[in-house]
């Protein structure tokens, strides 16, 4: 069965540096991978998608790579700020209407 | 971007009663919407596929005749507790795609629903 896998419930970093998440997946070979943050007690909000024959994505402060090969996508923030804190969760999908299944996240706590 | 309305936010009922949660596209039509639940620092796990039109699939384990959906036009959809019992206390999450796959889901805000 597919298995998603996100490498540390909680990561803390200081203010300034880079965060650095992982997901890694099995038994799975999806067309995407997205990410969202989820902040406490609210529904999860989309940030990127990256599709299967891209290396890498850039938003902002946002960077995720996605390796087919290790079945691994990375999330980074650069230049932290503690607004940045929230859970973040990944998710492959594939191209059609598959519903998405969601890792357990990364919670991220950016200390001033 | 796109808007999915969730209410009630947070209800507390009393065990053996009904609740009935909304989820509304607002600017968008959404052929399909998602319903999830999450406990506590655990992972969205997805209850059921909610498709406007016709009977929603359930994921294995959902019982389907306690968690009533109902997608009747291409802006609502609703999750029915039914008969809710302590143990489905959760926070319940709906989410909507604006295409016809699952890119960039747009969720609700969530309902935190405790069962007394």
């Known amino acids: 069965s597919q298995k998603i896998e996100q490498n540390s419930e909680a990561l803390n970093i200081q203010e300034g540096k880079t965060a650095t998440l992982t997901c890694n997946y099995t038994?799975?070979?999806?067309?995407?991978l997205q990410w969202y943050r989820q902040d406490p007690g609210r529904g999860p909000v989309f940030l990127l998608l990256?599709?299967?024959?891209?290396k890498e994505k850039r938003k902002e402060r946002l960077k995720v790579t996605f390796d087919t090969t290790l079945k691994q996508s990375l999330f980074h923030i650069t230049a932290s700020q503690p607004a940045d804190s929230a859970t973040y969760l990944c998710?492959?999908?594939?191209?059609?209407?598959?519903?998405?299944?969601f890792g357990k996240g990364t919670r991220l706590s950016v200390i001033a | 971007g796109a808007v999915v309305s969730q209410h009630p936010s947070r209800v507390i009922c009393k065990s053996g009663t009904s609740v009935k949660i909304e989820c509304r596209s607002l600017?968008?039509?959404?052929?399909?919407m998602f319903w999830y639940r999450q406990f506590p620092k655990q992972s969205l796990m997805l209850m059921a596929t909610?498709?406007?039109?016709?009977?929603?699939?359930?994921e294995q384990g959902v019982e389907k005749d306690k968690f009533l959906i109902n997608h009747a036009s291409l802006t609502l959809s609703t999750l029915t507790v039914t008969s809710a019992h302590p143990e489905d206390s959760s926070f319940y999450i709906c989410s909507a795609g604006k295409g016809a796959t699952n890119e960039k889901l747009f969720f609700g805000s969530g309902t935190q629903l405790s069962v007394l």
């Open positions: 600017d968008f039509q959404a052929t399909t």
């Open positions: 990256i599709r299967e024959n891209e």
């Open positions: 038994n799975y070979s999806p067309a995407y």
């Open positions: 909610s498709n406007e039109g016709s009977k929603a699939t359930y």
């Open positions: 998710a492959p999908g594939d191209s059609g209407n598959t519903p998405l299944v």
